[in-house]
């Protein structure tokens, strides 16, 4: 008897009236009601997955990476289930799985499972899906009040990939926290070979590193916003030869020889080109390419390079990690352009020192007399503590700004942080509702207008573009 199917039905049918009354919540909550019916739910449908399942997590670029991941595997006659809309707790992966599900969960209408995961809850979704490879990007400062310091969540990552015996990890070499966890695993991938489309079949336990060599992008000195200074072994500081993104490049301890492990896939000879794209060469043991990628920043350049070591742990030829990254339309609010009554509008999410700093480096890229339209929340979801923006360095942007709306329900504690930025009281301004302070951002100006909201912000700013005929609504 398949006890299963009424449970999955049950959900599903969750989910469609949540989409007929216009509400949020449809992409996770199908898979609440599911786990609360079957615990193992995740567990027991991940089993009619026929090429497994793949997870990433990191702190900055989920979304980003697995929408790189899902565009290259498709280039491969892939079909997978993924929870694209980037709902990544427990729930919204058993969503994902309910809604492929067919015959009562009998079957499913992909083969590969591709799941982006939360911090918190990798552990958790990882004991169920028992994946064939995982993603570990990055650890940035993010959300202190629910995670705590960044040690707690490598330990609890350590300890993850410890028990991950049969799974292929691929891993960010630049950033120290992420690279000892796989040094206990033996160096590279093992065995097999491409089955026409299907993916390639590797020995368990190994790991992958990805990296940046290009030290024309190295910064003088590490930032305020760094975290990982100090070897995860011995304590003692790090040394650099490199600093590429907050406490990312190549680094070495004194004191007892840890270092930066050599990657095999790499991103040398970088293009940063402001708001609209980057370029550089990927090297992989397969050889080079060049890859002219849609999406800004050495952010995606790191997101880019996630997704082509993962795909090459699943089979991907390089001529489909290529394709793939070239196409690569950007998810909402992450690099994306729209145009709001005439006037363009780029949305990039900001939610923690580190990843601000990268958008703030970008957009100095574009010149003067920039409009922006900054959205600080302190809902649970953006952390309660918004401390964190003195810690990003605004300063890059403060002879460039020509005017800065800033909402939310934070919207005066950013724009004191941008006063003591250096920015002009005269061009600043304070609307704390998310509507009016972007038609207010809107009609001051009809160049370009940067928004960055914070998470929660980034969903409230999607919801009243779906109410107005603008976009889809984030649910859906």
Not at 250 to 279: D, F, K
Not at 417 to 425: F, I, L, P
Not at 437 to 442: M, P
Request: net charge neutral; glycine share 10%.
């Amino acid at each position: 008897m398949n006890l299963l199917g009424p449970k999955v039905a049950a959900a599903k049918a969750v989910g469609t009236l949540v989409r007929a009354v216009g509400r949020g919540g449809g992409t996770s909550l199908p898979g609440k009601v599911l786990t609360r019916l079957e615990p193992h739910a995740i567990g027991l449908l991940a089993r009619r997955l026929e090429h497994g399942s793949a997870v990433i997590s990191a702190t900055n670029g989920k979304t980003t990476t697995a929408a790189m991941t899902a565009s290259i595997l498709s280039r491969t006659g892939e079909t997978l289930v993924h929870n694209q809309a980037g709902a990544n707790m427990a729930g919204g992966v058993a969503s994902a799985l309910a809604a492929a599900s067919r015959h009562g969960g009998r079957e499913l209408t992909g083969k590969l499972g591709l799941f982006e995961v939360d911090e918190f809850w990798l552990g958790p979704v990882v004991r169920e899906l028992a994946p064939r490879a995982m993603l570990l990007g990055n650890l940035f400062r993010d959300q202190l009040d629910r995670f705590g310091e960044l040690e707690i969540i490598a330990d609890r990552w350590a300890e993850i990939a410890a028990a991950a015996a049969r799974t292929v990890l691929v891993l960010n070499a630049d950033d120290p926290l992420i690279a000892d966890l796989g040094r206990a695993h033996p160096v590279g991938l093992a065995g097999g070979r491409r089955r026409s489309s299907q993916p390639a079949v590797f020995a368990g336990g190994h790991r992958l590193y990805f990296g940046v060599d290009d030290d024309s992008l190295a910064l003088p000195e590490l930032q305020h916003a760094a975290d990982s200074k100090h070897c995860r072994r011995c304590g003692h500081p790090y040394a650099y030869e490199a600093i590429y993104l907050a406490h990312l490049g190549r680094y070495t301890c004194p004191h007892c020889g840890t270092r930066r492990p050599e990657p095999a896939v790499v991103a040398r000879s970088v293009e940063l080109r402001g708001i609209r794209s980057a370029a550089f060469t990927l090297h992989v043991p397969e050889g080079d390419v060049r890859v002219e990628l849609p999406l800004p920043g050495l952010y995606n350049v790191y997101n880019a390079l996630g997704a082509a070591a993962l795909s090459i742990a699943l089979g991907a030829p390089l001529d489909a990690v290529a394709a793939g990254l070239e196409a690569v339309a950007p998810a909402f609010g992450r690099s994306e352009t729209l145009d709001l009554g005439g006037r363009p509008t780029s949305i990039l999410l900001v939610k923690n020192p580190a990843g601000a700093n990268e958008v703030l480096r970008t957009l100095v890229l574009e010149g003067e007399q920039l409009d922006l339209f900054g959205i600080l929340n302190d809902n649970i979801a953006d952390g309660r503590d918004v401390s964190w923006v003195w810690d990003a360095d605004w300063e890059l942007l403060a002879s460039s700004v020509r005017r800065m709306t800033c909402s939310g329900t934070r919207a005066a504690e950013l724009a004191l942080r941008m006063k003591y930025a250096g920015v002009d009281e005269a061009r600043l301004s304070v609307i704390n509702p998310l509507r009016d302070g972007l038609d207010a951002a809107l009609a001051n100006g009809t160049g370009p207008l940067y928004a960055l909201p914070t998470y929660t912000a980034l969903l409230e700013l999607r919801d009243l573009l779906a109410e107005r005929g603008q976009v889809q609504g984030h649910w859906r």
